[in-house]
């Protein structure tokens, strides 16, 4: 079993940055690949970002440039620096951690980003 807990969400204006973290326990020593999803009301959970245990990266189109997800594998923490933040990233942001036997998410954190 691992645990996440997400931190770092809240209320930014258009233009701000965010740092979420996303620390797991528990058998983490387990964890290959990592990532960030985020989703609006109505609307299917999206892919933001996610990190290979090498540390090879991905990024949707809408974030790629402004978003920057790292990992720190002695912590079994990752990252997500948002930069230039605008109102339709909006969204509860989810980690998800992968294992070789199953995925992990975590409870969610709230980005809101106002004009």
């Known amino acids: 079993q691992v645990q996440l807990v997400e931190s770092g969400g809240g209320l930014v204006q258009t233009g701000g940055s965010l740092r979420l973290s996303c620390a797991a326990s528990?058998?983490?020593?387990?964890?290959?690949?990592m990532g960030w999803y985020r989703q609006t009301p109505g609307k299917q959970r999206e892919l933001v970002a996610t990190?290979?245990?090498?540390?090879?990266?991905d990024y949707a189109n809408s974030v790629r440039g402004r978003f920057t997800i790292s990992r720190d594998n002695a912590k079994n923490t990752e990252y997500l620096q948002m930069n230039s933040l605008k109102p339709e990233d909006t969204a509860v942001y989810y980690c998800?951690?992968?294992?070789?036997?199953?995925?992990?998410w975590g409870q969610g954190t709230q980005v809101t980003v106002s004009s």
């Open positions: 990190i290979t245990r090498g540390g090879s990266t």
């Open positions: 528990g058998s983490a020593s387990t964890i290959n690949s």
């Open positions: 998800k951690v992968d294992t070789n036997r199953r995925a992990y």
